[in-house]
Each structure stands twice: as C-alpha cells, then as structure tokens.
C-alpha cells in the first residue's frame, strides 16, 4: 500500500524558504514513471498545482511560482522535497504531495500540512 | 496561461441530479480528471480521463467531455456528496491546472 506523509514547520517567516518533505512508503522514488507532485490549497481559494518531478529528475514547475520553486528527490530517504524561496503571506496554505500512482490522475495524496507565512 | 473555469456553487436537493461543469478553450482535446475534496480533508480522485471512475467511487458519478466544457454528474444526490469537487487538465505548457473549484450543497 502507498503512503505519503508531508512533513515541515508550520509557520514560516517572510521572505525566508518553505521547505517540506514527503515521505513515501510502499513504492521507491527511483521509480520513474510517477509524477512526484506538490500541491496546495490556499485558505479560501481552490487547489493549486505546484510542480513535480519525474523520470531521472525532471521538473516541471507553475509559471505562477517561476523561479521560487524547486521540488527534488532523495533517493536515499525515499522522500521528495519542495523548497519555496521569498515567501509571502500568500503562500500561507496546506501543502500536499501527491502521485498518479495507479491511474493517469492524482490517485494517492498525503494528508497534508498547513503552513503559515508570518512574521 | 490555460484556465480552467468551474462555477462557484451548485444546490440540489437529496435524490436530484447535478452537473457541475468545467469550461476551458479546447477543453475536449484533453483529458480531464475530477477530485472531490471535504473539509479538513485531501482530495478524492473520484473520475479521471474524462469518464473512468476509480475503483470504490460509484456508478451515480458520470464524467463528460466535448468542446470546450466538461461535465461531472451526479445522480441520485446523498448528504455524503456534499464537498468541493475541482476540474483537472494538463496544459500544453507543461503544467497541471485545476478549476477553480465547486461547492455543491445538498439542501
């Protein structure tokens, strides 16, 4: 059965970098056919696509976010990470990791962390 | 940018059947997924490819797409189908994007 379980502080401060971790368990992250992904859910707004990794370390990222994001993969912790630089109050929202484990969607989701941007 | 345009709130009474719809240019030359998301909780993926439902999700869920529209259906409504349900697409800008999301409550 596959896992996820994002990790991170819950309050970040202005301007400095978001980090979380999902943690996977019951598949590798060697495994390039997934799409290693990270979402959020801003309060009161929709869902918002952040990026993914896949194959040998490709990423793909929302023209929204450009350059502040960046999403890898640790093979040795089987975890998958995202770094958000210059943070704003509009990146408080709970984060999630997902994949299209079985099927072409996001089948398998993490729970979810909630992050909050201030000062 | 591509976008993907849902509309704010859908109301039905318990038993009737809603349409929630996901609008965007071409929208039919894509596959389209759709999550189903409670609060405090992850999202559902509850129809994927336009059409297929996932196993455990039931058949009172239908999805469409043609044009530039895509629709969810949901027949024989229960007080459980209460929930945010979102539009997915792959844009061809290498990006996933959502709709803007759909309340629908069941009266």
């Known amino acids: 059965q596959v896992q996820l379980q994002e990790s991170g502080p819950g309050l970040v401060k202005p301007s400095q970098t978001l980090s979380l971790t999902c943690s996977v368990s019951?598949?590798?992250?060697?495994?390039?056919?997934?799409?290693w992904t990270w979402l959020r859910r801003p309060a009161g707004k929709g869902l918002e696509w952040i990026g993914h990794?896949?194959?040998?370390?490709?990423?793909n990222y929302s023209p929204s976010l450009g350059s502040r994001v960046a999403i890898s993969v640790d093979t040795s912790k089987n975890q998958f990470s995202l770094d958000l630089r210059s943070v704003t109050a509009a990146d408080t929202a709970v984060y999630f990791c997902?994949?299209?484990?079985?099927?072409?969607?996001?089948?398998?989701w993490g729970p979810g962390t909630s992050v909050t941007v201030s000062s | 940018s591509y976008e993907l345009t849902q509309p704010p709130s859908v109301s039905v009474f318990p038993g009737q059947t809603a349409s929630i719809t996901c609008s965007g240019d071409?929208?039919?030359?894509?596959?389209v997924c759709w999550y189903k998301q409670k609060p405090g909780q992850s999202p559902v993926l509850v129809m994927y490819?336009?059409?297929k439902r996932p196993s455990g999700i039931p058949e009172r869920l239908s999805g469409s797409n043609s044009g530039n529209t895509a629709t969810l259906t949901i027949s024989g409504i229960q007080a459980t189908d209460e929930a945010e349900y979102y539009c997915?697409?792959?844009?061809?800008?290498?990006?996933?994007?959502f709709g803007g999301g759909t309340q629908l409550t069941v009266l």
């Open positions: 071409k929208l039919g030359d894509k596959y």
């Open positions: 990794s896949y194959g040998s370390g490709t990423t």
């Open positions: 997902a994949i299209n484990w079985a099927l072409d969607a996001f089948d398998v």
């Open positions: 997915q697409a792959w844009a061809s800008s290498a990006a996933w994007v």
């Open positions: 019951g598949v590798s992250v060697t495994r390039g056919s997934f799409y």
């Open positions: 490819g336009d059409s």
